[in-house]
């Protein structure tokens, strides 16, 4: 070879690693040090999409349950209850969103999901009694929705209901009632409430299990690593419902966890107390619900329940012959139009409550 | 002006427009294109040829199945500069080189927010071997080859101190293997008509991400291009060529990842003009025509590139 070619040779490759370089630049680049969490901040990691990559609902459109035609019986969907309001967000629109920015009457409320975790959460989304709408961040923490709100920025993390980073660092969202089921039992408990339907705003297909259908499976891991060595880990996706101590920080504040599995195929109940608050806990493997109350009424009269077999919407009665749904709303009875308090509970997958509650 | 000045005007050129184009990749469809762009250029004995490709790649169509969606929230683009070099080490034994420069870069539509990353991607050395040379007698030719892509480029990238997904990171952090074979024909005197069909098959291994419990494997990758090529003017000849791609999911510690993977078929026009014996010039673009992608995902809705090549010896075979 030439001297003269070796030499270019030499020029062309020291060019081509000259103008090689690592930076990044969107708002802030890798030096900065943005580790201001309220959460282990090594944990937080990107999910693969920038903010807002996944879109939001911000202008849901709802029909009643009976006008419903696009879930199918085996699917899941979550209510939300606030005062007589009932409305139902089917996870297969859920998948391709995780937050709808929605109205309860007066009331501005976000409903999130994270199809990871398998937790479905509402929110009242109202910052110093303004509304405020919600955002997907992009980020993960233990595999679980880190929401935004557009109005300070602050990222929030779902399961701790709180935000976590930013200007309302610490500040605990205030949650509504949640009540989750197969599209089968929802159109026995609730043909009237309000359904989300598939007018988005977003062209998708929301007929597809977007995270796979084996996704769904029990011993199907998550998509991210968990933070314990996962040996330890039997099934990762079995359904559970925790119930969470009301009006404690929820680093502190205990909780219990109840399996889908471990309820019969008809409705029982298990009775459980939680700090000094007495609940009972009914639920359907069959029918594929759970759902808690606290046993004391607003009055200070204790009920005590019996599951109600064969009769939805009723699925529970109690000593003075009141029969409630499974909103805990009386349908029948001296009580008819009284509210149970539910406990401070949602969803999930086995391994986030072990992932948040459990393993750490 | 002489010819390595040239290529030194234009490399100079091309290096300092890079920083300052919007540069990126996507789940299965946006990294460096490490396969799809080698040249297929093997050199004879003592012989060296160098090419300089730029790629653009926009990435915003976004399909479920087969199914083309309105996307309305994410665009994606990537650009590439990729240095190969391939030399002969005997009339049937070349070695070959490639190291890449590449951008990426992530516009969320709804925010307008923009996330650029940009490195030095991956390499890949590859060793081609011709079985049968294109005689009169026999007009064909046979070579094939083997050979690694090798995790030069970072995989650290991080944005608020948070690591960045590996799809926007310009390295891949993995060893992966790839077989390479060609096939050509001619039929001359009859035409000048050069008949061809090269395929590639790489074999991705694992690269840890956050810790030892997280091993992340992008899917293997399968691509067949198939075309002709022929003079259309004295120096200046097309190529027509089609191409078929596919990638198996990702995965994550042994489980497949939804959303990754699929299968692409594209219509690749290119443009090739000889300035000097030594010096030639290629502009091409890729049109997808069919891709039938798993789950839901974003993906190329053209690519265009320009290369420039240059011969130090007498002759390429082919």
């Known amino acids: 070879m030439k001297k003269s070619n070796a030499l270019l040779l030499s020029s062309l ?4 690693t000259a103008c090689s370089g690592v930076t990044s630049n969107s708002g802030n680049d890798d030096s900065s040090n943005n580790s201001n969490w309220l959460i282990p901040n090594e944990q937080v990691i990107n999910g693969g999409v920038p903010k807002d990559g996944i879109p939001s609902i911000d202008d849901p459109k709802f029909k009643p349950t009976h006008e419903i035609e696009y879930v ?13 309001i009932i409305k139902g967000y089917p ?12 109205q309860f009457g007066n009331l501005p409320v976000c409903f999130t999901y994270c199809p990871l975790t398998g937790t479905g959460i509402a929110f009242e989304r109202l910052i110093d009694g303004e509304p405020v709408e919600f955002g997907v961040s992009g980020l993960l923490f233990r595999n679980n929705l880190i929401p935004y709100d557009r109005k300070t920025g602050t990222n929030y993390s779902q399961m701790q209901m709180r935000g976590v980073n930013g200007p309302r660092k610490g500040e605990q969202l205030k949650t509504l009632q949640v009540f989750q089921t197969k599209w089968s039992t929802w159109k026995q408990l609730f043909p009237d409430a309000q359904v989300l339907t598939t007018e988005t705003g977003y062209n998708r297909d929301y007929s597809i299990f977007l995270y796979g259908e084996n996704y769904l499976e029990e011993d199907t891991p998550p998509l ?8 330890i880990v039997q099934t990762y996706k079995k359904r559970e419902y925790i119930v969470i101590e009301k009006d404690i920080d929820i680093d502190l504040a205990s909780t219990i966890i109840y399996t889908l599995q471990d309820f019969d195929s008809g409705i029982s109940l298990k009775r459980g107390e939680i700090g000094d608050t007495e609940y009972i806990v009914a639920g359907s493997s069959d029918l594929d619900f759970v759902i808690g109350f606290e046993k004391q009424l607003p009055d200070g009269t204790t009920l005590n329940f019996e599951p109600v077999q064969n009769s939805l919407p009723v699925i529970l009665k109690d000593q003075e012959g009141n029969r409630w749904n499974a909103m805990g709303r009386a349908v029948e009875g001296p009580r008819q139009g009284e509210q149970l308090t539910p406990t401070r509970s949602y969803y999930g997958y086995e391994f986030a409550f072990g992932e948040f509650f459990v393993w750490n | 002006m002489k010819n390595s000045s040239k290529i030194w005007a234009v490399s100079l050129l091309l290096c300092l427009v890079l920083p300052n184009i919007n540069l990126a990749q996507t789940c299965s469809c946006a990294g460096a294109p490490l396969i799809s762009s080698q040249s297929i250029s093997t050199a004879s004995k003592g012989n060296l040829f160098v090419g300089l ?14 199914q083309q969606l ?17 030399y002969g080490i005997t009339n049937r034994l070349t070695i070959s080189g490639t190291l890449t420069y590449v951008q990426k870069q992530r516009l969320s539509i709804a925010n307008n927010e923009e996330l650029i990353t940009r490195g030095i991607g991956d390499g890949v050395i590859l060793l081609k071997y011709v079985l049968h040379q294109n005689t009169m007698n026999e007009q064909y030719q046979l070579a094939i080859g083997g050979g690694a892509k090798t995790p030069l480029g970072k995989t650290s990238l991080k944005e608020d101190n948070i690591a960045l997904n590996l799809d926007m990171q310009p390295g891949t952090g993995a060893w992966d293997g790839i077989a390479w074979s060609y096939f050509s024909k001619t039929f001359a005197p009859a035409s000048t008509i050069n008949f061809f069909i090269y395929n590639t098959f790489r074999l991705t291994g694992s690269a840890e991400r956050f810790d030892q419990n997280d091993k992340y494997k992008f899917g293997n990758e399968w691509v067949v291009n198939t075309g002709i090529t022929d003079k259309l003017f004295s120096d200046l000849s097309y190529v027509a060529m089609l191409s078929y791609r596919s990638t198996s999911s990702d995965q994550r510690n042994g489980n497949p990842l939804p959303n990754t993977g699929g299968k692409w078929i594209s219509l690749e026009p290119a443009l090739q003009y000889q300035f000097t014996k030594g010096l030639s010039a290629k502009i091409s673009g890729k049109i997808p025509v069919y891709q039938y992608l798993n789950g839901l995902q974003p993906t190329t809705s053209y690519t265009t590139s320009i290369s420039i090549f240059y011969n130090f010896g007498e002759k390429v075979i082919f």
């Open chain 1, 13 to 16: 490759f020291l060019l081509f």
């Open chain 1, 72 to 84: 199918n019986n085996e699917r899941l969907i979550t209510g939300v209850r606030h005062g007589d």
């Open chain 1, 91 to 102: 996870h297969q629109v859920m998948d391709h969103h995780e937050i709808t920015n929605d």
């Open chain 1, 224 to 231: 991210f690593p968990l933070t314990v060595d996962d040996k």
């Open chain 2, 53 to 66: 490709t730029y790629e653009f790649k926009e990435i915003d169509n976004l399909y479920t199945g087969s």
């Open chain 2, 70 to 86: 309105e996307n309305n929230t994410v665009e994606r683009n990537t650009q590439s500069s990729l240095l190969e070099i391939n």
